[in-house]
T-cell receptor, first 111, second 115 residues
Framework: SQKIEQNSEALNIQEGKTATLTCNYT??????LQWYRQDPGRGPVFLLL?????KEKRKERLKVTFDTTLKQSLFHITASQPADSATYLC??????????FGTGTRLTVIP | GAGVSQSPSNKVTEKGKDVELRCDPI?????LYWYRQSLGQGLEFLIY????????KSGLPSDRFSAERTGGSVSTLTIQRTQQEDSAVYLC?????????????FGPGTRLTVL
């Protein structure tokens, strides 16, 4: 069966450290992989998209890697800040236009 | 500019009643999606509209669920004879559906509580 797993339900880190979130998938062949941020009571907000032929993508303090052999994406937030505390969702896009979402990892950055 | 809006923001209903949830997508976005998010769960795809094409209804959990998109813009998700397990946040998203970037823009959601 198809499955998208994000490493842990919750992750706590100290301010200033790098947060690393994992997204593993099985039985998908995604053309794209996206990461979203979701704050309580709000809809998800798009952060980054990485294509299947890209290894790495960066945006400010964010970095995403995509390994189609391992079927894994890593999402890094460097120099983390309390304002980065939120739930982060990975989403796979196959050839069609649907996105399939993971259950998310709730990140808490401790001051 | 205006983002995706949804109404109502909260809806409490009694088991067995019908409900309608509304989504106003970003102007010019051809793709519109409905998702359901239960507590502690990921987003569950429900239905997808793309322009004038027949919608992809593969995610609808039962025939009590239906959706329309009139004039390629506003969409309404209808749940008939609501059950307690329908309680969730219903999220709508729109996308320009550019194959180079399928970024989805989400509304704030409608929180549905079925008593």
């Amino acid at each position: 069966s198809q499955k998208i797993e994000q490493n842990s339900e919750a992750l706590n880190i100290q301010e200033g450290k790098t947060a690393t979130l994992t997204c593993n998938y099985t039985n998908y062949s995604p053309a794209y992989l996206q990461w979203y941020r979701q704050d309580p009571g709000r809809g998800p907000v798009f952060l980054l998209l990485i294509r299947e032929n890209e290894k790495e993508k960066r945006k400010e303090r964010l970095k995403v890697t995509f390994d189609t052999t391992l079927k894994q994406s890593l999402f890094h937030i460097t120099a983390s800040q309390p304002a980065d505390s939120a739930t982060y969702l990975c989403a796979l896009q196959t050839g069609a236009n649907n996105l399939f979402f993971g259950t998310g990892t709730r990140l808490t950055v401790i001051p | 500019g205006a983002g995706v809006s949804q109404s109502p923001s909260n809806k409490v209903t009694e088991k067995g009643k019908d409900v309608e949830l509304r989504c106003d997508p970003i102007s010019g976005h051809t793709a519109l999606y409905w998702y359901r998010q239960s507590l502690g769960q990921g987003l569950e795809f429900l239905i997808y509209f793309q322009g004038n094409s027949a919608p992809d209804k593969s995610g609808l959990p039962s025939d009590r669920f239906s959706a329309e998109r009139t004039g390629g813009s506003v969409s309404t998700l209808t749940i008939q004879r609501t059950q307690q397990e329908d309680s969730a946040v219903y999220l709508c998203a729109s996308s320009p559906n550019n194959r180079q970037n399928n970024e989805q823009f989400f509304g704030p959601g409608t929180r549905l509580t079925v008593l």
